[in-house]
RNA sequence: GGGCUCGUAGUGAAGUGGUCUAUCACGCCUCCCUGUCACGGAGGAGAUCGCCGGUUCAAAUCCGGUCGGGCCCGCCA
């Protein structure tokens, strides 16, 4: 039967059998010490018979075997337990010399990005790399746990979409049977449309945007956490319950991969009960005046602002996570509400951590006249089939409704405190990346 | 779409007109080594310096083009 590192410590005394990657070899003349990887870490083995080391002769990393060995309390053994007598079982030898090194820490550098990115399927056995995925698993189970917990219902939209979309972003055209489709950008319109169904329900699934953006916070593909929830009373409503969704996520991340995230030299949380909210126009004042840059004309925060404001914050509230919130009317897309107390402005907050914008959490216009009269505004073609099957939810009867689009890819990153959104992405789309 | 930058062994870097017949580290190969854990020691292989053209007595180094990256702005579910 299989023993899994981890466990090998509680079998002291017995013979066990291990399967997994040749991870390291250190031959010290009569002694070899050679590491085996498998799912949860790493088990060392002590070789001395020199017929089981010759076995190894000529293998590189990764070669797949199994090692039938006593386990040895050994204090001076990572984990205190090792192999010895170890008979090895070589299942698939490997013996190209891998085009990276796995067994070290590897360098994220910018420049480096592109040669971890071509061979990441085996920049990923590296044990440090890996921990990044699994805390972005585990982020993502604590908010699918969270929503769950607020009875969303998780849905899937299609992706392939009839070429209108709601607006924005470029979209990525292709052939469907002789007529145009686009890849969804976003499930916004479905998701509304779900409002009618389920009131509450959330989607994880990718988004594909055609934007020629080549920085650290763009990819092609994007992972989106989609939220819509019905029968708000107010804007405020969906703020928090965004915010706190977040709020959660991150501190069981904290909690539970505290080790992990201290070796990946992530910051420390700072984070309070309830995400401070700064209007648009505040946010503009007070960078103008602290900066001496003049913003109070721009439509939409720039990059600096975003950053400037999520320092401004940690300071003045011990809360690295804030609301901009009332972007001025300028910036609207159909689907947002007017803020009846100020027409020039709608109700749409973004959600910035860190630095940058990882949601935007704007309240729905759910009035079938006044939406049809917005969407005419901004020049869509309400006959459309992209749009018609939309307006028939609305016309059938929408409750007033908000929710979040929401970048799971940023908020891995920024958790991590990693420089390129694209490290937090198990093969990133980009400009120019679309393999492996 | 605009701007700025970088391409040197498998990987990461140094070298920015001549002493470069290109240096270092990791990895790889051979040998030595009984407590390694970035093991250590000795030796070895591996690069037409992204590609094309130009300037020059002389180009990895300067210039132009081209291809491939990176970063920022714009745009942005």
Known sequence: MRILSSDVKDHVGKTVHVQGWLHKKRLLGGLTFINVRDRRGLVQVVIKDKAEVEKLRGLQIGTVLTVDGKVVEEPRAPGGAELHDAVVTVLVPVTDEPPIEIDKPIGHKPENLDTLFEHRALNLRNLQEQKIFKIRASLLRYIREFLGKHEFVEIQTPKLLAGATEGGAEVFKLDYFGQEATLAQSPQLYKQMMVGAFERVFEIAPAFRAELSATTRHMSEVM?????????????????????????????????????????????????????????????????????????????????????????????????????????????????????????????????????????????????????????????????????????????????????????????????????????????????????
């Open 224 to 436: 989106m956490l989609d939220i819509e929830m019905g029968f708000v009373k107010d804007h405020d409503e969906v703020l928090d319950m965004v915010g706190d969704l977040t709020i959660d996520a991150l501190r069981r991340t904290y909690k539970d991969h505290a080790d992990d995230l201290k070796s990946l030299n992530a910051p420390e949380l700072v984070v309070t009960d309830k995400v401070p909210k700064f209007s648009v126009a505040e946010i503009h004042e007070l960078y103008t005046k602290a900066t001496g840059n003049d913003t109070t004309e721009e439509k939409d925060l720039i990059p600096d602002e975003e950053k400037w404001i999520c320092e401004y914050t940690k300071k003045q509230s011990g809360s690295e996570l804030v609301y901009a919130v009332k972007f001025p009317i300028e910036a609207m897309k159909f689907y947002h509400q007017v803020n009846p107390e100020d027409p020039t402005t709608v109700l749409w907050g973004d959600l910035l951590f860190r630095g940058l914008e990882i949601a935007t959490v704007p309240l729905r216009e759910y009035r079938y006249d006044k939406l049809v009269e917005q969407m005419k505004a901004a020049g869509v073609d309400v006959e459309h089939p992209g749009y018609k099957y939309y307006l028939q939810a609305f016309k059938f009867g929408l409750p007033q409704h908000g929710g979040c689009g929401y970048g799971i890819d940023r908020l891995v990153q920024k958790t991590i405190g990693l420089k390129n959104v694209k490290e937090a992405t198990l093969f990133p789309r980009d400009i120019n990346r679309l393999a492996p």
